[in-house]
């Protein structure tokens, strides 16, 4: 086994670093901004425009498996509520659309 190199070290180190003063300095913001009906709203949001960000390239990238997969998980949310279960759900129609050879 190969020794870690010292400047990818330092690497991981600074990277580790900046990741943990840039979230204590978003919460150090929010603490200090007024807690809003809008602002309130927007930050409610947020996780749904993180989601669909990340995954409509994907769709658009991968075609009909991948919209199948993520329609199958969002009715199975919807229908029953369980994260784990659209997971899996999602996982399974998408590769059976693969084998499918969609």
Do not use: K, Q, Y
């Amino acid at each position: 086994m190969s020794a870690i190199d010292p400047f990818d070290l330092l690497a991981m180190l600074v990277m580790a670093v900046t990741t943990l003063l840039t979230r204590a300095a978003g919460f150090w913001v929010m603490a200090h901004v007024p807690m809003t009906a809008r602002l309130r709203g927007m930050l409610e949001a947020l996780p749904g425009a993180v989601v669909a960000a990340i995954v409509l390239p994907l769709v658009a990238r991968i075609g009909a498996p991948a919209a199948l997969a993520v329609a199958a998980a969002v009715a199975s949310m919807i229908a029953r509520r369980n994260a784990l279960l659209a997971i899996v759900v999602g996982v399974m129609v998408g590769a059976l659309a693969r084998n499918a050879g969609l």
